[in-house]
């Protein structure tokens, strides 16, 4: 079939042969093929890829400026109505196109150009047909008769002529257009279907490839772990290799010993044989020493004997101590009566004061000069006291503790044992019985003194079979009512209650209660209940204590090896200061304080005077002071009172009623005290 060049066709019909016929063939997805084989040497990459796919290579088409590599590509010729002979448009009604090329004589179809084939064959099925690709020709036109002529209106026969033989032309044209297009169609579908056998082929090839990729992959992975476990066999090859070798030398060392060890074998031997001479020698000697043993066994067990009977005395020995300890003190009275004369202070030394108070050599009598107070003469009177003992200006803290260290000995044996310290404002009572704040090892209190002595000799009683326990409370009594010194802000207040219904003893509830297994436990405690305790300054002293404290050590004691038992208490009380009312200074918390104080030591004033008056009715109650003192005070407890002065001439009165108030406690007889067991 002939082609029609678009250079001579109509202006119309040319603008749509340049649309490429191929834009409305579907288009299968692009997918990315497999790498092609490399190309052997020579050829070129045009010719791989027609091999590849199995086809002919494709013919290189221009077309009116669009260039496209395809088998074949015809452009499309729109149909061209002819004019029909029973009407033609007049002159007014025709279009204003550009007129058509000068036409020439249609061609018969014996005319027509065959188009070449190529016909490749490619792999696949055999019962696919080959692809025909057809080479286009121009088609030719009619030929015309040369120049147009132009005819005279008159020759109307002229005129028709012509326009038939132009209406001959364009149904020429329109016929072989028609046949074209046809031709075109066709060539299309078999175009189509050839692209969707070439898309099914590149699926099974894509396929196949992907299979084999796979499969590589596998051997790929394969080749790996073989490499692998041959690395790892020839690493396990070197070590038995070398493993062999240092048994090899091992063996070799081995074979080495196994001859020593023969020779040492044969050695021994012959020594056990000339040893087996010696056997029944050996014999004699193991049976006297036997009977040696024996012996021994027997005077061991008269020396266990003999040490039981020994620890059995000293048990006894120990129980008689603490019976000869207890009449010493008895002897020395139940309540016995110290007095401490404090030195003046460096202001009053300054100051010019003098001294109206003088200790005897023997520390058991003093003399209290009256200065203002002078006969005619301009002899000063002078009165006489006489306690069990008297320290001077001059005694240290540990010459106080040595007089009193037998009486805190006696808590350990089971006793009741209270010290407690009366005098005035500013005589040295708290300095007496706690010491100094920031106090160095010599200035340290009885208080502190009294603890340690008792937990060294706890621990020295060990050996002996004793175990103690202890419990610590600390409790101070402002303006007649209780307060806990260690207490952790509960909000009930302490009361005073007896311990049982025919009991004397009484004991203080709602007060914290601390186990102490260290003098470190109870130095901390000490020095927070000294931050609690109510102080304040007053006309006698800067620094002056405005309550009474009372530190009570409980101690409970166990024998593991008698099972005898004991509980003894330590009480250690440091009253506050007697004073008179001054003529100004005193506020009126500081007269309430006073007056508290005083009423106090004036309610254990008359307890004394009744119990050495051994009166029915001793006023325990009267005050809190005196009944939480009553266990210390009523009979079954060891008492001692340091009666505290001042050597000031200033204070004279005093210090002379501090005095007879001690005359009085030292002539005080209550009675026997009793051991406590549990």
Known sequence: MTSIPASKLPVGVRARSKLPMMSKLPTAPRARAAPPPSRPLG????????????????????????????????????????????????????????????????????????????????????????????????????????????????????????????????????????????EQGQLAEEYRSQAEELQTDLEVTRDRLQRKTLE????LRRNADLDSA???????????????????????????????????INSQTATIKRQSGDIGVLESTSDRLSSEIAAHKATIASLQTELADREQKLIEAEENR?????????????????????????????????EIVSVSSDEKSMEVANMKDRSLNKTTKKLEFGFDHIFGPGSSQSDVFQEISQLVQSALDGYNVCIFAYGQTGSGKTFTMEGP?????????????????VFMASQAL????????????????????????????????????????????????????HQ????????????????????ASTAYNERSSRSHSIFRLRISGTNRVTGATSQGTLNLVDLAGSERCPDTGYGKDRMTEMKKINQSLSNLGNVIMALAAKESHVPFRNCKLTHVLQDSLG????????????????????????????????????????????
């Open 322 to 354: 603490k019976v000869l300890h207890n009449q010493v003190q008895e002897l020395k009275g139940n309540i016995r009566v110290f007095c401490r004369v404090r030195p003046l202070l460096r202001d009053e030394e300054e100051a010019g004061c003098n």
């Open 462 to 513: 060990q050996d002996k079979g004793w175990n103690f326990e202890m419990e610590a409370t600390f409790l101070e009594i402002y303006n007649d009512t209780i307060c806990d010194l260690l207490g952790n802000g509960n909000s009930k207040k302490p009361e005073i209650r007896m311990v049982g219904a025919r009991s004397k003893e009484v004991e203080v509830t709602n007060i914290v209660r």
């Open 43 to 182: 050829t070129t990459s045009r010719k791989r890829k027609s091999e590849c796919m199995g086809t002919a290579p494709l013919k290189k088409v221009r077309t009116e400026g669009l260039e496209r590599n395809t088998a074949v590509v015809r452009p499309r010729v729109a149909k061209v109505a002819a004019p029909s002979k029973a009407a033609a448009p007049s002159k007014a009604a025709r279009p204003t196109a550009r007129p058509l090329a000068k036409a020439r004589p249609p061609t018969t179809g014996a005319a027509k150009r065959t188009k070449t084939t190529a016909v490749s064959k490619r792999p696949g099925p055999a019962n696919k047909r080959p692809v025909t690709a057809q080479a286009s020709a121009p088609v030719k036109k009619p030929k015309t008769t040369g120049t147009k002529t132009t005819k005279p209106g008159w020759d109307l026969r002229g005129q028709i002529a012509e326009m038939r033989q132009t209406l001959e032309n364009k149904e020429n044209l329109l016929t072989a257009l028609t046949e074209t297009s046809t």
């Open 437 to 453: 704040v920031n106090a160095g090892d010599s200035q340290v209190g009885m208080i502190p003194r009294s603890v340690t002595q």
């Open 516 to 535: 102490v297994t260290s003098e470190g436990q109870v130095a901390d405690l000490l020095e927070r209940a000294a931050k609690n305790r109510a102080v």
């Open 635 to 678: 009979g079954n407890s060891k008492t001692l009172m340091f009666v505290n002065v001042s050597p000031k001439e200033d204070l004279f009165h005093e210090t002379l009623s501090s005095l007879r108030f001690a005359v009085k406690v030292n002539s005080c007889n209550i009675g026997t005290a009793q051991k406590r067991v549990k």
């Open 216 to 219: 590589a992959a596998g051997h």
């Open 230 to 264: 041959l690395t790892e066999a020839q690493v396990r090859s070197t070590q038995l290799e070398a493993r062999v070798a240092a048994q090899a030398v091992t063996i070799g060392e081995q074979a080495a010993t196994v001859a020593q060890q023969t020779e040492t």
